[in-house]
Each structure stands twice: as C-alpha cells, then as structure tokens.
C-alpha cells in the first residue's frame, strides 16, 4: 500500500483488502448500494472471511471509520515534527486543502476519499452507532488540535487561550470546508485556508 494515501496501491494484509474493498464498492455504489456481498466482490475474498471479522456490514463500517481516522493521524504523523505553529498549519493544511501534498496523487482522487467519509457520516443522522463512532472520532480530532495548541502556549508560541476553545473553532471550520467541497462545488477552499491562517496570527500567535 502506499506510504502517503490510504485505499490507494497494494494493501498490505487482510485487514487493509477489506477497507480498501468497503472504500471501492462505497464510491462505485453509495452507501445505499452497500453490501457484504459487493465488498467481498471488490476484495476477491469469500463472505465468510469477512464474517470471520466482522459481525455484519454495521459493524464492519465502524471499523471503516476507525481505519480512516487512523490513516489521517498517519499521514499526519508523517507531515508534523516538533514545531506547533507548523503543526497547526499541516493539520489544517491537509484538511483544508484536501491534499496531503505527499505523492503525486490528484485533488480528486483525494476529495473522492473524503467524499466516502461524509457520505458515511450522512448516516449518523439515522443510525445511532454511525453517530457514536463518528462522536468518538470528531472527539479525537479535536484532542490532536488541542494538544498542538497546548503544546504551543508551553513552549510560548501561542498566547494562553483556552486550547479545547480553539481546537473546537478549528475543527467546526475545518469540517464545514470539507463538507462544502464534497457536497456541493465550492472552490474557495484557499480563502478558507487564509482566513484560519488569519485566525492562528491574530487570535493564537504569540507577540
């Protein structure tokens, strides 16, 4: 499997045959279309292999989201290093602009990615375990964002706000942004980008 994009290149064992199949059959059939029998398709592996792991396509999808979240922190672990300003930037670098700017993978291939997250995320309207997991994830999210910002007002970088504040700011922008590109046609994700760049100068920034 490739180093900087998850579903994309050789899995690497049966775990990630499986995720990279629920990813396949999620683009090629919607979330509507889904099934146990379309996944094994794409995987080339029998209904009782997944069974095997899996209890059943709710459950197999909450370990899809467990994946992606997992392979976003990876990309991101990849991007950050020991600066929090600039560990801020790549976390909102890479969900801004949708493009984790390693390998010569095309925006769209990556908004296709993102674009099987929130068709999934749809659901939690609906289905209490969808909501619960995405719940958990959105909780992980922002304890990253709140623990680069924590790390910067320690090392006085960022002024003393309150980092779950502004990790939570972030993360409603960030999720909007997101929203916004896989939904509908909005191309303005730049002058997204620039007003939270905007906001870390002015709001977090240290004098």
Same mark, same amino acid.
């Given at each position: 499997?490739?180093?900087?994009?998850?579903?994309?290149?050789?899995?690497?064992?049966?775990?990630?045959?499986?995720?990279?199949?629920?990813?396949?059959?999620?683009?090629?059939?919607?979330?509507?279309?889904?099934?146990?029998?379309?996944?094994?398709?794409?995987?080339?592996?029998?209904?009782?292999?997944?069974?095997?792991?899996?209890?059943?396509?709710?459950?197999?999808?909450?370990?899809?989201?467990?994946?992606?979240?997992?392979?976003?922190?990876?990309?991101?672990?990849?991007?950050?290093?020991?600066?929090?300003?600039?560990?801020?930037?790549?976390?909102?670098?890479?969900?801004?602009?949708?493009?984790?700017?390693?390998?010569? *993978?095309?925006? #769209?291939? @990556?908004?296709?990615? %993102?674009?099987? /997250?929130? =068709?999934? !995320?749809?659901? +939690?309207?609906?289905?209490?375990?969808?909501?619960?997991?995405?719940?958990?994830?959105?909780?992980?999210?922002?304890?990253?964002?709140?623990?680069?910002?924590?790390?910067?007002?320690?090392?006085?970088?960022?002024?003393?706000?309150?980092?779950?504040?502004?990790?939570?700011?972030?993360?409603?922008?960030?999720?909007?942004?997101?929203?916004?590109?896989?939904?509908?046609?909005? *191309?303005?994700? #730049?002058? @997204?980008?620039?007003? %939270?760049?905007? /906001?870390? =100068?002015? !709001?977090?920034? +240290?004098?």
């Amino acid at each position: 499997m490739d180093e900087d994009l998850p579903f994309v290149g050789e899995p690497a064992d049966s775990r990630e045959a499986i995720m990279r199949a629920t990813y396949l059959a999620l683009r090629e059939y919607g979330y509507a279309g889904l099934s146990i029998q379309r996944i094994a398709d794409e995987a080339d592996l029998s209904k009782s292999t997944f069974y095997h792991h899996y209890d059943g396509k709710e459950d197999l999808l909450t370990a899809f989201v467990d994946f992606t979240l997992e392979e976003f922190i990876r990309i991101f672990s990849l991007e950050s290093g020991d600066d929090p300003v600039e560990n801020l930037r790549t976390f909102v670098e890479l969900l801004v602009g949708l493009d984790p700017n390693v390998g010569d *993978h095309p925006p #769209e291939e @990556v908004l296709q990615i %993102v674009g099987t /997250y929130v =068709e999934l !995320r749809a659901q +939690a309207v609906r289905d209490d375990t969808i909501r619960e997991k995405f719940t958990e994830a959105d909780e992980i999210f922002a304890d990253q964002l709140s623990e680069i910002v924590r790390a910067g007002i320690e090392q006085g970088e960022f002024e003393p706000v309150d980092p779950e504040a502004a990790a939570t700011f972030i993360a409603t922008v960030l999720a909007g942004n997101i929203f916004r590109r896989t939904t509908g046609d909005a *191309h303005d994700h #730049e002058a @997204v980008a620039d007003e %939270v760049n905007a /906001y870390i =100068e002015s !709001r977090l920034l +240290a004098d």
